[in-house]
């Protein structure tokens, strides 16, 4: 099955050269093209629709706010795709429930297999945008945050900040992936977090 996917740029010429380049390939489906957060927002709510590619710098709508209503209101994952790499928006769109956040000058490729591995459940960000998401102001209360896991919640916590999957933690943890969930579901709890990419993020900002 083909991953169903949205374009969301204001640029046109942008916006339809991600259409061509991701159209040639058999493993996605250009569900649609948008203009505008709020338009991204509408389909994905009439649609079904996988993963939502979002520029951040959008009208009605930008790629921040409407990757909050998309992760609330639909079963669709966000990808960040834009030109911008400011703090704020890159920490904003994961506390928003984002599960990517990629420059647009990667090569075709790499978008792709992006959106695949966000499909996937994984998170996905860039190098020169984790540098930015390290930020040790408030690693107090953090640190106090993460004494009060258990030893198996820091190990599932420490797996996830390197991307693993639930299966991939769960074989290298020994244990079964219904324990990893519930495992996730805890530290989602304890840390007061709505999502596994900002697990990572507080990880690493800590």
């Given at each position: 099955?083909?991953?169903?996917?949205?374009?969301?740029?204001?640029?046109?010429?942008?916006?339809?050269?991600?259409?061509?380049?991701?159209?040639?390939?058999?493993?996605?489906?250009?569900?649609?093209?948008?203009?505008?957060?709020?338009?991204?927002?509408?389909?994905?709510?009439?649609?079904?629709?996988?993963?939502?590619?979002?520029?951040?710098?959008?009208?009605?709508?930008?790629?921040?706010?409407?990757?909050?209503?998309?992760?609330?209101?639909?079963?669709?994952?966000?990808?960040?795709?834009?030109?911008?790499?400011?703090?704020?928006?890159?920490?904003?769109?994961?506390?928003?429930?984002?599960?990517?956040?990629?420059?647009?000058?990667?090569?075709?490729?790499?978008?792709?297999?992006?959106?695949?591995?966000?499909?996937?459940?994984?998170?996905?960000?860039?190098?020169?945008?984790?540098?930015?998401?390290?930020?040790?102001?408030?690693?107090?209360?953090?640190?106090?945050?993460?004494?009060?896991?258990?030893?198996?919640?820091?190990?599932?916590?420490?797996?996830?900040?390197?991307?693993l999957t639930?299966?991939?933690?769960?074989?290298?943890?020994?244990?079964?992936e219904g324990?990893?969930?519930?495992?996730?579901?805890h530290v989602?709890?304890?840390?007061?977090?709505?999502?596994?990419?900002?697990?990572?993020?507080?990880?690493?900002?800590?």
């Amino acid at each position: 099955m083909p991953i169903n996917i949205i374009i969301a740029d204001d640029d046109v010429l942008i916006r339809e050269s991600l259409k061509i380049i991701f159209e040639m390939d058999e493993r996605f489906n250009v569900v649609w093209v948008a203009e505008d957060g709020k338009e991204a927002y509408d389909i994905c709510r009439k649609k079904e629709i996988d993963v939502a590619l979002l520029d951040v710098r959008m009208p009605f709508l930008n790629g921040v706010e409407a990757t909050a209503k998309i992760v609330s209101d639909t079963s669709a994952k966000v990808l960040i795709l834009t030109t911008f790499g400011e703090d704020d928006y890159i920490k904003n769109a994961f506390l928003n429930g984002a599960s990517g956040y990629l420059l647009k000058n990667n090569p075709p490729d790499q978008i792709k297999n992006a959106v695949i591995s966000v499909n996937d459940g994984n998170a996905v960000v860039q190098d020169i945008v984790m540098e930015k998401i390290k930020n040790p102001r408030s690693k107090n209360n953090k640190e106090d945050k993460l004494k009060d896991l258990t030893l198996r919640e820091r190990e599932v916590v420490q797996l996830i900040a390197k991307g693993l999957t639930n299966k991939e933690i769960a074989d290298n943890l020994f244990i079964s992936e219904g324990t990893v969930r519930n495992t996730v579901s805890h530290v989602l709890g304890k840390l007061s977090l709505k999502h596994r990419t900002q697990i990572a993020i507080y990880y690493l900002e800590e």
